[in-house]
């Protein structure tokens, strides 16, 4: 069924592991059930996979362009050799944003930023190790001065 899973192998690719893990899904089965499912399964009709799974092309993209009229600038949300998002709760932003300058410290060190110390407090700084963009499920509520604020900072160091 979905969700199960039989691997026979950590040090084979995936595409020859088909043949031994079918074959002990097999005894698996004939043993549960005295071979009603190997009957279904031979029933079945072959496939066989004629692709070639040892070579392949790398896809291309496009990435977001800044138009005229824009207001925000999506460029930076995608990176052109692969992106790195990273997803925050609103309730680990709440917990961040509640422990002040340390919470939002650990926050920007976990999402890979460079820290420059300044007089207003620390300034995250993207870096190419830096999260490209941050996913939120839901928008911090309207009385979240210190999360908002979080985010705002993260915003003008292009997150």
Known sequence: GLGDTIRVSLTEDPEYEYA????LAELGA???DGGATNAAQLAVP???DARDVTTFERQRGRLPEQREGDTLDYRGLLHRDGSV???LS???LNEMAKMGQFGSDALFRALGCKLLQS???TVPIKDVATSDTLLLREPPAEDAVEAR???????????
């Not at 031994?20 to 074959?23: E, H, L, Q, S």
């Not at 604020?149 to 997150?159: E, I, N, P, R, S």
Request: proline residues 7%; hydrophobic residues 45%.
């Open 20 to 23: 031994p893990c079918n074959r």
């Open 30 to 32: 004939e043993l549960r």
């Open 46 to 48: 072959v496939f066989v």
């Open 85 to 87: 998002l990273s997803a």
């Open 90 to 92: 609103g309730s680990e």
């Open 119 to 121: 007089p207003d407090g």
């Open 149 to 159: 604020k979080v985010l705002a900072t993260l915003a003008k160091a292009g997150m």
